[in-house]
């Protein structure tokens, strides 16, 4: 089947550590995403990628890195820049610049020992 | 500044009634609209969208209303059943100034379907 797979579901960092979220899609799709999401908020953009070897920031871009080198795979880096990084994080993904729907992986919960 | 606007953090409907989710946006560029049903530890799941084009879009149980000269949407769930308690996230579409089309997303509305 066809869909996008976020590893691990749940993941813990001590404080001062580097951290990398991954996110693979088997639907062939251009663009990907990752969005953090917080209690009670909406879902805030981190980064996109639109194409294979470019990316830009989204809104939440600080203390994020991401690398785009295969179509398939979106990662996410998480550094000891982020002051809050403790949120559940998703990946997404889209044909292209459209109004196509984006479709979403589970999920990654992010805690700081 | 909240571009895209869902007013209320929860609403409690009894199975086989009608659920309205409501939702309001500021920004006039946005061109299409979408809702997503979200459950508690899994991603967002596309439901409906509408283009600015039409006022009205259809699917089975659930409807889509534009009103763009209110900036308003809803969506219709008819009937609703136990299983549609989710949180629901209206999401706006178009392009920003530099051509790039972005998706801004509402704060979401937990909606809890009583048996």
């Known amino acids: 089947d066809g869909g996008i797979t976020q590893s691990p579901k749940y993941l813990f960092r001590k404080e001062g550590q580097n951290v990398t979220l991954s996110c693979e899609q088997n639907l062939n799709h251009d663009a990907m995403y990752w969005y953090r999401q917080d209690p009670g908020q909406g879902l805030r953009l981190i980064y996109y990628?639109?194409?294979?070897?470019?990316?830009q920031k989204g809104d939440i871009a600080e203390g994020y890195s991401v690398s785009r080198e295969k179509k398939e795979s979106f990662p996410l880096t998480v550094t000891s820049a982020q002051k809050n990084p403790t949120a559940f994080y998703l990946c997404?993904?889209?044909?292209?610049?459209?109004?196509?729907?984006?479709?979403f992986g589970d999920g990654t919960r992010l805690s700081i020992l | 500044d909240q571009q895209v606007k869902q007013n209320s953090p929860s609403l409690s409907v009894q199975e086989g009634r009608i659920s309205i989710l409501n939702c309001d946006y500021t920004n006039s560029m946005f061109d299409y609209f979408l809702w997503y049903k979200k459950y508690p530890a899994e991603g967002p799941t596309f439901l409906i969208s509408?283009?600015?084009i039409k006022d009205k879009n259809e699917d089975g149980r659930f409807t889509v209303f534009l009103n763009k000269s209110a900036k308003h949407l809803s969506l219709h769930i008819v009937p609703s059943q136990p299983g549609d308690s989710a949180v629901y996230f209206c999401a706006a579409s178009g392009l920003d100034a530099g051509n790039n089309r972005k998706l801004i997303w509402g704060l979401g509305t937990s909606l809890g379907v009583n048996p």
């Open positions: 990628s639109q194409i294979v070897n470019d990316f």
């Open positions: 997404a993904s889209s044909p292209g610049q459209s109004n196509q729907p984006q479709h």
């Open positions: 509408i283009s600015s």
